[in-house]
């Protein structure tokens, strides 16, 4: 049964880079990868997507290496306020041919000062 | 500031009781997702629709949840009879494009007794 798989939780101190790693061996061709940053009593919030290489924006950087089954999360110079649960989601197509968008187990974050 | 409505925030429940959550997904948003979210089984995909039709519920199960969308500015998640085991986080979402880009709403916590 397809997957994702993300660390469980991960430590870092204010101002390093961080980089979250999501494995997703059985993603679809034409699915796109997804991060979410959810901190407690509040939605998901979306951070960025890609299809492939390298993708950035204000916030994160997404890395995805060619055969794509994995993607990495880097947040430059992280803050307290980035102390949070960070999700992987990618669309996964099953033998039967339903589509089915995962959630991964989430990796949470503990910015130190 | 654009965003998704769910209503209530909190509902407690008897067991047995039929339970109906609301969301407003974003104006012009023509993908709509249900997730549940709970300690031990993290953010699950109950349903989404697209453009109003459902595209995949096979994550609810199907005595008890039902999912509509009576027109583009409301959803409904109906639960009949609710059960303890239904306690959880509930999150409507909306997006535009592909799917895995989307906007959570605040969520309904659901505690059934």
């Known amino acids: 049964l397809a997957k994702t798989t993300q660390p469980i939780s991960m430590d870092s101190y204010e101002g390093q880079e961080v980089n979250i790693t999501c494995s997703h061996n059985?993603?679809?061709?034409?699915?796109?990868i997804t991060w979410y940053q959810q901190f407690p009593s509040q939605g998901p919030r979306f951070i960025i997507q890609?299809?492939?290489t390298k993708v950035t924006n204000e916030v994160a950087s997404l890395f995805i290496p060619a055969d794509r089954k994995s993607s990495t999360l880097s947040l430059p110079r992280v803050s307290l306020s980035d102390t949070a649960v960070y999700y992987c989601l990618v669309g996964f197509r099953y033998r039967t041919g339903r589509r089915a968008l995962t959630f991964g187990s989430g990796t949470r974050l503990q910015v130190q000062p | 500031d654009a965003r998704v409505t769910q209503t209530p925030r909190d509902k407690v429940t008897e067991m047995g009781q039929e339970v109906t959550m609301r969301c407003q997904p974003i104006?012009?948003?023509?993908?709509v997702f249900w997730y549940r979210q709970t300690m031990m089984q993290g953010l699950e995909l109950l349903a989404y629709f697209r453009n109003r039709a459902p595209l995949d519920d096979s994550g609810m199960p199907k005595d008890r949840f039902s999912a509509e969308m009576p027109d583009a500015t409301l959803a409904t998640l109906k639960i009949q009879p609710s059960e303890p085991r239904d306690s959880a986080v509930y999150f409507c979402?909306?997006?535009?494009?592909?799917?895995?880009?989307?906007?959570f709403g605040q969520g309904t916590r659901l505690t059934v007794v």
């Open positions: 059985n993603i679809a061709t034409n699915d796109y």
């Open positions: 979402a909306s997006g535009l494009k592909g799917g895995t880009e989307a906007f």
């Open positions: 890609g299809y492939k």
């Open positions: 104006l012009g948003h023509n993908t």
